[in-house]
């Protein structure tokens, strides 16, 4: 792995890299990235003296890389990818500058030849939120501004979504538009993007190593600026690929008798972990299929489990594959139309035979894999099969605790997310099994997905406006503890919406304790389905417009947590509101909340 | 008196403003299905008790819900007299807005239970606008003031009942708070006689109310069907030659105590004298505004107005009354009690009119499986639209029927299972129980949901010794507040703890007399042990009509020590 270090260009000696080279020895590229990345911020967080003379003057005086990566990323996977080429530009000397779009003015593009863009889509096609004004600012860029700039994307989605890689899509043509090239082709990565995402940082890097010569090879690598780890919350051996084992210590279903909802406060427990969470991160869950799910799929399928599959590198039993890696609850467009282009039979059973893109995604949404799946009708082969199926996914959860008051602890909250395909109900994965699969003493695979965009404010006077639709309140939980535990005690206003205020106003002893003891000033509802007419926050925005936008004109911050339909929702009516109650455009004012933070969003 | 030694709900009453509180601001915090706790003491003389369902509280504790926060809203009847339209109403909002049940009460008022804070307006404005209300329904004033719903005579009966209602009317609070609250500001529809002049001044109540409830009754013998001996005051009417004469007055009833604590009692009212019809109102205000100078406000347990008369006597309380009045009472008339309990079935009055008495177990209303009584009701009385008389066994009359309307009354209760007043024992149709669990915050045992069980196999005894065409009043409450007037019942159990009651026997068929504990925290198995072997020994030798209440008195009470009543009322 680290053949091509040589005592001439890199700090160590031959003795040195011979050592590595036996200590890297079966350590894999997702392993090495990681150790990279660690090491990396060690030696950042303890510097040493003698990194100082070789970084000073010498970095100081390069010119600027013409060539940058940059990159949108809503989990962090987009961050991750970005962070692995530059490190391996950087490796063969090519100095990039890595940034994200966040923190990067579109204006300076004009000064690059190269940009290569890693850029997530969340949401129904939306670029995560931080990324929104970056791409309005290239909106607003004239017509071959751009003319000159070579780029290249590589766009990150889920094609169980409606609009997949729209956000990669979306830059696509406002570079077009603004006149620069491609370099190389867009990729699109579904939720198993690993394996393209590594092709195409290869092919990438492979480019920019041939184009940008290394200005003097004498030097040492720039160390990057912005690559610090540690400035990444939660740093600790646990990633995505090597999940911690949380034991669960409670499972408390929160909706009252009679609710149309099932969702459970989930308690885990950290332990010696040493994962280190803020107020507005996430925890994402691997989740393994259900047995019975499993069992039902093989029996569709016509296969029995014990047939062995190759999945990427590893041979293993199909039951096995699809226990832990093979995804049985969501369906993919891809996936979809593969299957209705080999058996239009069931294209027409399922009457998608004519079906246009939105009523298959429509479809999409409301079935599973083993709605697909005909008795009799089977896959030729496990291999087929395995193959037709997607990689699982982790699942994301907003933490609904404060680590400075939970300690060793984490907690979730989750709603059983539920509909009826005929008579049967189809589950989806994480949530039935953490609120229905698992028992207290279990372990449950977690990592953590540090959310640096959903923090409160470091000013602890800041009025807090804090809007949440059903389990989207969870981690205003995790805000009004930590401002308890800090003694902060900002002027605060919860919103929260659900169907019935008799059983599903979560955590509402909670809320009305802080109400209680002054650290939660008011507490606006809307039960949707409480009166013939229903009322949902945006009303409620509507209503108390005056006081709203006196906490905005105080600087307020606003936070929106729930669905994005929830959150277009009420955007909409917080801009009419200030549209309302102030001179002028209404959208400038917007801008400026959104630009300078003070719009905080948390849509899934 | 320092003010320090007044209890808090004093205080609560003198700064609510005439029963204002933070009332609506309470009603206006959606985030909460309860009101503020001081509001609470004052929405109790709005008619109105914040409740939770006890069932749930453990439950959505866990669940991190406030606990299942609903009130219970009493309708004041008075006399138990309301029309079709009123009956129809009610049938209408239990199902709107309550639990789908309408309740009949002890005191011959109606209960909704399970009313949400955002129906409380609701819910009162449809009452208001069919001429009822809930002020004065619970909290320290006047209740609903009672009256005998079924006197064979019916030109006396219209005399007395219509004394009642103005008593009623004469003693309601005067305060706009409660129009204002509830009603939008609009005035009483029944012709609420405030003006701004008046605005807010309490003429009977002043400020503070009284230290605590008040109840009256009126009866007329031989029924004591109202326990006038359980009564603070009561009127039982004296007629001489089918007139009404007067009444003989009574004083000082009441049967709240709390276990375990001696200073606290039932105590049977006294006989004082006799009034004249046009004297009651006088009375009957002189007698309250003595109990709202005079009564304890220091210790809401030692507040009722038995206390204030056990504390300082007969002799006082008449000087007292007769510097009121100008006028001394005339001597109490000669009265007989016979029964407290209904006589179910058609009776006729004089007027020629029917009136057919419905057993309602507990007071209960409620379509189930077993049974479709409120849709029945609905059926019946829209149909043949008949007066309705609550009676304060809390069962229900359908009253002021011509002849020709019987057989298809009869047909409708048969159909709808109303007929019960036919097949069930004499012990169940004189059995009464409080609501108690789920709903009421007093309770600590089942009440209502449990006397019908308890019943099945005290029966089951009742035939084994030969018993079953017996009747014996047998009253079951959650707590020892007595709601259901257990303490002069023949047969009284009283909750202790969830299971476990202590067990009375020893009253009167008649009510005039308190009956004796024998056991204490007795579960079902020793309770019934105990009936079974008390109902072998009464069954083989009781004297000729001897009630079971004179038995027990007799042979078990007084034989096992316990000590005797202390006093025996006796009316006249």
Known sequence: MLQALKSDNSPFTEQQLQRLRDGMTGINAVQAAWLSGYLAGQALAQPSPADTPANGPAAASQSMPRAAVLYASQTGNGETIARQLQSALQAGNVAVNLASVADYSAKRLKNLDWAVFVISTHGEGDPPDDAVSFFSALQRQKEGALAGLNYAILALGDSSYAEFCAAGQQLESHLERLGASAFSARVDCDIDYEQPAEEWSERISKRLSEELKPADMAAKPPLAPTLSIVSREGATPWTRQNPYAAEVLQVQRITGRGSDKDVRHIELSLEDSGIQYQPGDALAVWAPNDPALIDAVLQKAGLDGSENVRIKDRQLSLAKALGERLELTRLALPQLDKLLASAPELATRLRLADADTAAKQAFIQRHQVIDLLQEGHGFNDAQSFADWLRPVTPRSYSIASSQAWAEDEVHLTVVLEQHMVDTSPRLGLASDYLTGRVAEGDRVKVFLEPNPRFRLPDDGSTPLIFIGAGTGVAPYRAFLQELEERGDSPNTWLFFGNPHFQTDFLYQQDWLRYRREGLLNHITVAFSRDQAEKIYLQHRVREQADRLFEWLESGAVIYLCGSHAMGRAVEDELQAVIAAKRPGPASDYWSELVQTKRIRRDLY | ?572
């Open chain 2, 1 to 572: 008196m320092s003010v320090a030694k007044l209890s808090p709900v004093v205080r609560i009453k003198a700064d609510s403003d005439f029963l204002r509180g933070t009332i609506v601001q309470g009603l206006a915090d959606d985030a909460t299905g309860a009101l503020a706790d001081d509001d609470t003491q004052l929405t109790k003389f709005h008619g109105i008790y914040q409740q939770d369902d006890r069932d749930l509280r453990l439950e959505r504790q866990q669940q991190r819900l406030e606990p299942a926060y609903q009130f219970m809203v009493r309708v004041r009847v008075p006399g138990g007299r309301c029309s079709a339209a009123q009956w129809l109403m009610m049938d209408d909002i239990v199902r709107r807005f309550g639990n789908g049940s309408i309740r009949l009460t002890t005191r011959q008022a109606f209960q909704l239970h399970g009313v949400i804070k955002p129906r409380l307006r609701p819910v009162l404005q449809h009452i208001n606008d069919e001429l009822m209300d809930t002020i004065a329904a619970c909290g320290d004033v006047n209740r609903n003031v009672m009256c005998s719903p079924l006197p064979e005579t019916s030109a006396v009966h219209r005399q007395v009942f219509a004394l009642a209602s103005e008593l009623s009317d004469a003693l309601t609070p005067a305060t706009r708070a409660y129009s204002q609250i509830w009603l939008d500001g609009r005035k009483l529809a029944d012709g609420d006689e405030t003006d701004e002049a008046h605005r807010d001044k309490e003429p009977i109540y002043g400020a503070t109310y009284l230290p605590r409830k008040f109840k009256i009754g009126f009866a007329i013998p031989p029924r004591n069907d109202v326990d006038v001996f359980s009564q603070d005051l009561a009127f039982v009417a004296v007629i001489e030659q089918g007139e009404l004469a007067g009444f003989n007055v009574t004083a000082g009833g009441g049967m709240g105590m709390t276990h375990g604590d001696p200073e606290t009692y039932p105590r049977l009212a006294d006989t004082i004298g006799f009034c004249r019809p046009e004297q009651v109102l006088a009375v009957a205000t002189a007698i309250v505004t003595i109990q709202r100078d005079f009564g304890d406000r220091s210790d809401r347990k030692h507040a009722r107005f038995k206390y204030t008369i056990a504390d300082r006597g007969l002799d006082w309380l008449s000087a007292e009354l007769q510097q009121r009045l100008g006028f001394a009472l005339a001597e109490a008339r000669p009265v007989t009690f016979t029964h407290t309990g209904d006589r179910f079935g058609w009776q006729q009055t004089d007027d020629g009119l029917w009136h057919l008495t419905l057993f309602v177990e507990n007071g209960r209303i409620a379509d189930s499986e077993a049974g479709q009584p409120l849709t029945g009701l609905r059926e019946i009385i829209r149909q043949i639209e008949p007066e309705l008389r609550l009676t304060p066994n809390q069962n229900l009359i359908l009253s002021e029927i011509p002849p020709e309307k019987k057989a298809a009354v009869d047909e409708l209760t048969g159909r709808y299972g109303l007929d019960r007043y036919r097949r069930a024992s004499p012990l169940r149709l004189n059995s009464m129980a409080c609501v108690g669990l789920p709903t009421c915050g007093l309770a600590m045992a089942e009440s209502e949901r449990y006397l019908p069980d308890f019943i099945d196999r005290l029966d089951g005894l009742m035939q084994q010794h030969r018993l079953e065409q017996q009747a014996v009043t047998l009253r079951m409450t959650g707590c020892p507040n007595g709601c259901a007037r257990p303490y002069i019942s023949e047969i009284g159990l009283v909750g202790k703890a969830p299971g476990r009651y202590n067990l009375y026997v020893g009253g009167s068929a008649g009510g005039q007399r308190l009956s004796q504990q024998v056991l204490d925290n007795a579960d079902e198995a020793e309770i019934l042990a105990t009936l079974n072997q008390w109902l072998a020994q009464y069954s083989a030798e009781k004297n000729p009509d001897e009630s079971f209440g004179d038995f027990a008195l007799r042979a078990i009470v007084l034989q096992k020590a316990v000590v005797p009543p202390e006093n025996e009322a006796d009316a006249s």
